[in-house]
């Protein structure tokens, strides 16, 4: 059985629900506290986790004046990336989290060639 305890927004995007899972055997009753990620992994949420302004057009913005150039450089290395940057894109890649799908929404926008 799976109870919800509480919920705690922080920010606009980093929504988590707190649950109780209780498990129950034949010799004893055991409570676990369990946090789940319940944000919504858009575009503008990653841009918003990465530290940059995250509206549409700061987004558009970002992808006209940054370009990966080569199929050969992954994401995570391109230059233009702080360090902490860096180590969140290539964490969400190598775990399949739940950010993977807006991190290679990102990745083909910037592949993408741009009129100048």
Request: glycine share 2%.
């Amino acid at each position: 059985m799976i109870m919800p305890l509480n919920s705690v927004v922080c920010g606009n995007f980093d929504r988590r629900q707190s649950l109780i899972k209780t498990e129950t055997n034949a010799n004893n009753r055991q409570e676990v506290e369990v946090t789940v990620d319940t944000s919504a992994h858009t575009l503008n949420a990653l841009f918003s986790q990465l530290g940059l302004p995250s509206s549409d057009r700061d987004i558009d913005r970002f992808i006209a004046t940054h370009q990966l150039y080569s199929d050969s450089i992954p994401l995570p290395e391109a230059t233009f990336w702080s360090p902490s940057q860096a180590s969140f894109l290539r964490e969400a890649l190598e775990q399949d989290a739940d950010w993977c799908e807006p991190v290679d929404m990102l990745d083909s926008r910037l592949r993408i060639p741009h009129k100048q």
